[in-house]
T-cell receptor, first 116, second 111 residues
């Protein structure tokens, strides 16, 4: 158990819909990362938050948005869903802000999104 | 942009033998490199890392080698055990904790 909690574990929805994925980081971790893993693909970095502020942005679509709340949990919002958005979405946390640590992240079990 | 590549989708080895997983990268600005292991229905877990200023890091049965001139990273597992069967992801990171992951290599260790 990494200590990172993601909900829901599975989600099935239709094209055009909007979903919200939730992540609770490990206790005390200030950084939250979101990654997308499509079939047979590596983990694609989407976005990072540190203590409520956006720190780094990767290949996140404009239809996607995220935020980190004062209690440090984070939500990833996916809208106008397309078939290609079907993927595993991982949240990870780290105690380090940028520039520190060696990149070790603690991952949740992921949220599997299926868009029909 | 595929800055980190794992060209072997799968690898099968016999228990007790050495497993060698390979990774290539294109960006010479990466500050550190990591390997993660992933079991089915679980998130990736950190295995071992190496700074860009080193060429080897060892932790028990796991050793990571970095060849900067070749932009190549490898993970050696000796001896391999059936419990090592998992998907292994290579990752490379910048100082801002922006990490790029490879597509993964599925390792099967046969008893």
């Amino acid at each position: 158990d990494s200590g990172v909690t993601q909900t829901p574990k599975h989600l099935i929805t239709a094209t055009g819909q909007r979903v919200t994925l939730r992540c609770s980081p490990r206790s005390g971790d200030l950084s939250v990362y979101w990654y997308q893993q499509s079939l047979d693909q590596g983990l694609q970095f989407l976005i990072q938050y540190y203590n409520g502020e956006e720190r780094a942005k990767g290949n996140i679509l404009e239809r996607f948005s995220a935020q980190q709340f004062p209690d440090l949990h984070s939500e990833l919002n996916l809208s106008s869903l397309e078939l290609g958005d079907s993927a595993l979405y991982f949240c990870a946390s780290s105690p380090y802000p940028e520039g520190l640590g060696t990149g070790e992240l603690f991952f949740g079990e992921g949220s599997r999104l299926t868009v029909l | 942009d595929q800055q980190v590549k794992q060209n072997s989708p799968s690898l099968s080895v016999q228990e007790g033998r050495i497993s060698i997983l390979n990774c290539d990268y294109t960006n010479s600005m990466f500050d550190y490199f990591l390997w993660y292991k992933k079991y089915p229905a679980e998130g990736p877990t950190f295995l071992i890392s190496i700074s860009s200023i080193k060429d080897k890091n060892e932790d028990g049965r796991f050793t990571v080698f970095l060849n900067k001139s070749a932009k190549h990273l490898s993970l050696h597992i000796v001896p391999s055990q059936p419990g090592d069967s998992a998907v292994y992801f290579c990752a490379a990171g910048f100082g801002n904790n922006d990490m790029r992951f490879g597509a993964g290599t599925r390792l099967t260790v046969k008893p």
